[in-house]
């Protein structure tokens, strides 16, 4: 086979809050193909950013609050078979994803929530774990588990090459 894998490099951040004595994590719903799913504020890496910077446009975009990476919570690999319309066979899509923690910031008023996303909620981790047929991804329970476990990366664990930054030619 000639085909060259090329997945899809997305960005998340896993934002925990204490209310009230309960941990809860900020998630986003959204209007998917496939009806409402929740998923950790998250996106695909845009050209010309490295994924600290995607994920801090991400957050912003979808819910609105500025966020500041500190410490990656995992890189995770995850597969599925979509029908696409045009297409006969099942388009076979691999995301690579980069999860965040860090410190959430300041919340912009007025600023409009990213195409498709209907709001942001605050949920437990067992309300999370009892929600999976609503995910958009199995990695948002991943990448919650790990975060709840304690599992932290040094941001310096990632190298971006500065040509990544320049203009298209």
Same mark, same amino acid.
């Given at each position: 086979?000639? +085909?060259?894998?090329?997945?899809?490099?997305?960005?998340?951040?896993?934002?925990?809050?204490?209310?009230?004595?309960?941990?809860? *994590?900020?998630?986003? @719903? #959204?209007?998917?193909?496939?009806?409402?799913?929740?998923?950790?504020?998250?996106?695909?890496?845009?050209?010309? @950013? $490295?994924?600290?910077?995607?994920?801090?446009?991400?957050?912003?975009?979808?819910?609105?609050?500025?966020?500041? &990476?500190?410490?990656?919570?995992?890189?995770? !690999? %995850?597969? *599925?078979?979509?029908?696409?319309?045009?297409? #006969?066979? &099942?388009?076979?899509? +691999?995301?690579?994803?980069?999860?965040?923690?860090?410190?959430?910031? #300041?919340?912009?008023?007025?600023? &409009?929530?990213?195409? /498709?996303?209907?709001?942001?909620?605050?949920?437990?981790? $067992? #309300?999370? =774990?009892?929600? +999976?047929?609503?995910?958009? %991804?199995?990695?948002? !329970? %991943?990448?919650?588990?790990?975060? !709840?476990? /304690?599992? =932290?990366?040094?941001?310096?664990? !990632?190298?971006?090459?500065? %040509?990544?930054?320049?203009?298209? &030619?």
């Amino acid at each position: 086979m000639n +085909t060259r894998w090329k997945p899809n490099v997305t960005v998340a951040a896993v934002i925990a809050r204490d209310f009230d004595g309960v941990q809860k *994590f900020l998630l986003v @719903e #959204e209007a998917t193909r496939d009806g409402l799913k929740l998923n950790n504020p998250a996106g695909h890496l845009d050209p010309g @950013e $490295d994924p600290i910077h995607g994920c801090r446009r991400e957050t912003l975009e979808e819910t609105a609050f500025h966020f500041t &990476p500190t410490a990656l919570v995992g890189v995770y !690999l %995850s597969r *599925f078979e979509r029908l696409t319309p045009g297409h #006969e066979a &099942p388009q076979d899509i +691999t995301y690579l994803r980069f999860a965040f923690c860090g410190e959430l910031g #300041e919340q912009v008023a007025g600023q &409009p929530l990213d195409h /498709g996303i209907v709001r942001t909620l605050w949920l437990s981790a $067992d #309300e999370i =774990r009892a929600c +999976t047929h609503m995910h958009r %991804s199995p990695l948002l !329970l %991943s990448c919650m588990e790990d975060y !709840l476990a /304690g599992k =932290r990366y040094p941001l310096e664990l !990632l190298t971006t090459d500065p %040509s990544v930054y320049l203009a298209k &030619p």
